[in-house]
């Protein structure tokens, strides 16, 4: 009988060192489940006292910080004057299309055909209208430079009356596509390149009739 009550003595003996050995354990795993949870707490942004619309707005304006870049002005190089000037004048001169005045050597022969003249006569004729072209020109040459379309108009179209009426070609030819172009146009640098060949032409008809 004290044999048993001995045995009985020592398994409840070692059931309490089990349990004792249990509740230890138990009371280490909630101790540092519990400062977990703190540790949590302390990194966390305390949210206590916030409003939601203070906390929306506060995320909007972070966006708004985010998403607005500063702008950078983009300045167009401006070419120097000189350029302007330059690229302008190119303009107006590519644009322009200058007489070529490029003409048959001048002939009396209507003169001589429609007018039934004389080879003799012809000539005096054209005698007579080499000296109303060679006072005419000087005349001329001052309107060219004053930009008078309007005069020149009239004089080149009193020459071309006279050159055409006695032959064809050269002066004749020249005369009347400077007056037609005066009839419309007003750019004086092609009208000091039609009077520049009406020089030369002027030239090569003195000296087809004076030999």
């Known amino acids: ?6 045995i009985l003595s020592i398994i409840f003996g070692l059931l309490a060192v089990v349990l004792g050995v249990f509740i230890i354990i138990n009371q280490r795993e909630t101790s540092k489940d519990t400062t977990k949870q703190k540790n949590k707490k302390q990194k966390s942004p305390s949210t206590k006292g916030v409003s939601t619309k203070d906390t929306v707005s506060a995320v909007q304006k972070t966006k708004t910080v985010e998403t607005k870049k500063p702008v950078t002005p983009i300045l167009k190089e401006i070419p120097p004057q000189e350029t302007l000037h330059k690229e302008k004048f190119e303009h107006s001169t590519t644009s322009i299309k200058l007489p070529q005045c490029y003409y048959p050597r001048f002939s009396h022969s209507r003169s001589v055909k429609v007018l039934g003249l004389s080879e003799s006569d012809a000539q005096e004729f054209m005698q007579d209208l080499i000296l109303q072209i060679e006072e005419e020109i000087p005349l001329l040459k001052k309107d060219v430079d004053a930009g008078d379309f309007h005069v020149q108009e009239k004089r ?7 050159t055409t009426n006695l032959g064809t070609g050269g002066i004749a030819d020249l005369l009347t596509e400077y007056n037609t172009y005066l009839k419309t146009g007003d750019n004086n640098q092609v009208c000091e390149t ?18």
């Open 194 to 211: 039609y009077f520049a060949f009406l020089q030369k032409y002027f030239s090569d008809l003195k000296a087809q009739y004076n030999k």
């Open 156 to 162: 080149t179209h009193s020459l071309k009356g006279s």
């Open 1 to 6: 009988m004290q044999q048993e009550i001995l």
